[in-house]
């Protein structure tokens, strides 16, 4: 503990506020003052705080120590997800991973109960990023950071990545695999183009990173917000009560028609008839063809707004089928995403069958991608109020960490934690320099090498951890060995060992390495 | 901006307790009976939100975004220390990006008033990560939640490395390249071994990182902490005073020993020929000769603890030598480290001459590298106080990033912040069809390729981008090309076009792509 003559006057006051808790601003006045009330109060503190009887360690709520073995996982996944955002010549960035409140509440509204604020500890007033959606869809990470960097740098042109940390203070579901500190991965291209083209790639993108995680088959359904509304003008609702409904139409992947059908029309006062004809049209989804059969619909052909989607969507379906995706994608106008902020077609990756093994529980994972294009939200933070129009897609990476992890653990996979090829070994006692001669050039060869950490261990003990933690190779030395001047290689696997010329042994163990 | 009537309690004691500023609890509370009170400010508040004429949009102070030309920069010097930490058998692992604020003032003290508090919003006292160290020196991002985590999950043997963002509140000094966000790079080896083996190798790790990153000519200065409190002791100096001393003594890196001698003897009352005598030792370094010439000096051999650390840095440069590293590092008297945990061993890396080329502003980055043993810090966290030693390094990429930056700014170095390998053009008009069935045959081979969003785009233009962007490979196709069922392959740099067969595209750029 520190003296307490040394504290600072900032750290009393920030004591001093948890033991009183007025805000910060106040305390500070308050130390100049009254530094004996202060110190009187805070070394009984202090001593509680050393003489408490068991000092119980643990994390907060809702968040978890990410171990080795999640971190291999993540590595492989994050790896395949960046590299083909980098494939599509997406750049990098990153943002603080907290903004001024007002930046975040700007566009939070209603969720921002669920925002961490950090303290106000004289300054401004910040809260961890946040992300957009309702807790309990996909999001879109960057899109406020992202949004405000644009309109910031005034950037009207833009293809980026973003992989990073994103907070709620939601009531954590552990069992559904969800936190409240949780990784997210988002891809947005940002500028003015042709039609439909970036959007395209958008649904590319997701087609190739989903059959590149293999997690068996999915499906992505497209609409586009505009048919939403346009559906919605048609069937007659009331404008003032679009958000409701699309929530309430949002629920379906979830509920049955009949239960969406009575929460708008018990609960949110929609009439019956209305009801029924959006139920004629959120139960249909299919292809182009069901574009097509739009076009003829005699409400929907009667909305402007629905036509322009309908417009767009046809033509994406024609660059889906270049890019040899179509028969991934289904028009789907059930598909609402709850959101303001998009404003052209919409979309959610979903898995077909979840990967249930033999003995594997099912698992509700929702859907694993979604996003669209979101127009407005730029001009949200520039204070012109100029547009960047905007389409991008998340990755539910945190989902696919689960599902991922579920299944290693019902298959019973072990994952290595570490990369290592090559253990130093001896059998003989004293021969710890030459085992530090032999790792260094190993080291200095870019070859990755462990050895024990001790002076003589018990050449059992040596092989035993290499077996145990999965190294392949073994390079043993022992007297025998150092007179001839050679070195005997191991395969842990087979157990074969062949004696070869000292001075190969670099070489040697490239040569094997590349070889497996 | 949502309805008010759709807002939740929770949100409502949120926005509530920004506005008057009691702790937000008691809101909750008053919340249920003063809702049209609330209700009433509340709107007000929304309202001068929506109105305000110009709303400035910014980042917090102190942070910044990183922009795809840093990120660039930063993602390969990272690849670069991970793959050594993996090339010694690390695993990596992560922590949330907050701790219970307990946890964090266990052990930080006075320096409390630099971290990030989160507002209690009904719930854990909270804190962001913060480290150990004083603002001036390298510190050890993970030492707290490190330690944290392997007392909470009772391991007693780890190697493992941890990259993440840490945050403190001191005024930043952006022209130094410091910032209230960082990034922190440790290593750490946990565990019961035989004597400064492990220490030895996070030495040899310094060794390969800083060279592997070309920075210049650097120094390893090591000491070790039994040596100093002996050194003191054996001067002379009242135990009370160890501590502040230690301080002093840190700054001789940028202070004259006059300076320091003066702080020691003017402010902090150290007796004139008490100084002195420490002055004879701090002003010492030197190789294992050093050590030797220690072991005989009448005070220092009269002392038990310096010693123990004297017989553990000979071992330590027997280990050092047979690493092929010796001549990097310097035993140095003047190495103090300021902090309380280290128990053994302390090292810390300076580069030698900063990087300075013609032109460039000198950089004063301070130490680029360091660490130590703390075999107790472990135990502060477990309930009965198991001790488990550990020794570390923590690189300071943050500052490595910034030398680098610099560099290349004064150098006018170019980054590509893309990897696009390929880009796919047209001199036609409707050719877009056809530029899309090539880029997805590029994708789906796993080539990074990229084409404008434009229906008709100008040749000129899409080599323009080429150009600029840095893209080395064009595939063109028109007219000519499609009647032919050929293809155009144009080097960028050199402008050479060949006509090679469409159906060997992937192939021919796979075999482009492998020779450059």
């Known amino acids: 503990m520190p003296l307490l003559g040394l504290l600072p006057r900032r750290a009393w ?18 130390v100049r003052c009254q530094s004996q009330v202060a110190e009187a109060v805070l070394t009984s503190q202090l001593k509680a705080h050393q003489e408490k009887p068991n000092f119980i360690i643990k994390i907060p709520k809702g968040t978890r120590d990410l171990s080795p073995q999640h971190m291999v996982v993540r590595e492989k996944i994050l790896d395949l997800v960046i590299s083909c955002f980098k494939r599509h010549g997406a750049k990098g960035m990153d943002t603080p991973a907290f903004e001024l409140k007002e930046t975040l509440t700007e566009k939070y509204g209603e969720d921002s109960g669920l925002m961490y604020d950090l303290k106000d500890q004289g300054g401004e007033l910040l809260s961890l990023r946040y992300d957009l959606t309702y807790p309990s869809s996909l999001t879109d ?75 068996g088959d999915f499906l992505i ?56 004809r959006i139920g004629d049209y959120v139960q249909c989804h299919g292809g182009v063809s069901l574009v097509e059969q739009m076009f003829q619909d005699p409400r929907l052909s009667q909305n402007k707004q629905a036509l322009e989607g309908l417009e767009d969507l046809k033509l994406l379906f024609e660059y889906l089928n270049l890019f040899g995706i179509a028969e991934k994608i289904s028009f789907d106008l059930s598909l609402a995403r709850g959101l303001d902020y998009y404003t052209g077609v919409i979309y959610e990756a979903v898995l077909l069958q979840t990967p249930t093994q033999a003995g594997e529980e099912p698992l509700n994972v929702g859907s694993v991608a979604a996003g ?75 070859i990755k090498a462990e050895m024990l950490y001790k002076n003589n261990p018990k050449l059992l003990t040596q092989l035993h951890y290499c077996e145990s933690t999965g190294i392949p190779l073994v390079v043993i030395i022992g007297e025998q060995e150092l007179k001839e001047g050679i070195i005997k290689i191991r395969s842990v696997a087979s157990r074969e060992e062949v004696a070869i010329k000292r001075e190969n042994l670099v070489a040697e163990i490239q040569k094997r390495l590349s070889e497996s």
Not at 183 to 206: N, R, V, W
């Open 13 to 30: 006051a920030a004591l001093l506020s948890q033991l009183l808790r007025p805000p910060c601003a106040s305390c500070t006045g308050a």
């Open 141 to 215: 990470l960057c899109e406020v950071p992202f949004a405000r960097y644009l309109a910031m740098n005034k950037v009207k042109k833009m293809k980026r990545y973003h992989v990073g940390k994103v907070w709620r203070r939601e009531s954590p579901s552990i069992v559904q695999g969800r936190y409240r500190e949780f990784c997210q991965c988002d891809f947005d291209i940002a500028g003015q183009f042709d039609p439909m083209i970036p959007d395209a790639e958008c649904l590319k993108i997701m087609c190739e990173i989903l059959s590149g995680l293999q997690l």
């Open 221 to 276: 359904k497209v609409n586009d917000r505009r048919i939403v509304d346009g559906m919605f003008a048609a069937c007659g609702v009331p404008e003032s009560k679009f958000r409701a409904i699309c929530s309430s139409i949002d629920k379906l992947d979830k509920m049955a028609w009949k239960d969406v059908r009575h929460e708008m029309v018990a609960k949110k006062g929609l009439a019956p008839e209305v009801a029924d």
């Open 372 to 446: 669209g294009r979101y127009d407005g939200l730029v001009g949200m933070f520039d204070p012109k109020g100029h547009k960047v129009p905007c389409v991008g897609l998340s990755i539910g990476v945190e989902r696919i960490f689960y599902i991922v992890e579920q299944r290693m653990k019902t298959k019973g996979e072990k994952v290595r934690t570490t990369e290592t090829q090559v253990f130093v070994a001896t059998p003989q006692k004293n021969f710890l320099q030459e085992r530090l001669k032999l790792i260094t050039e190993l080291w200095d060869a870019g």
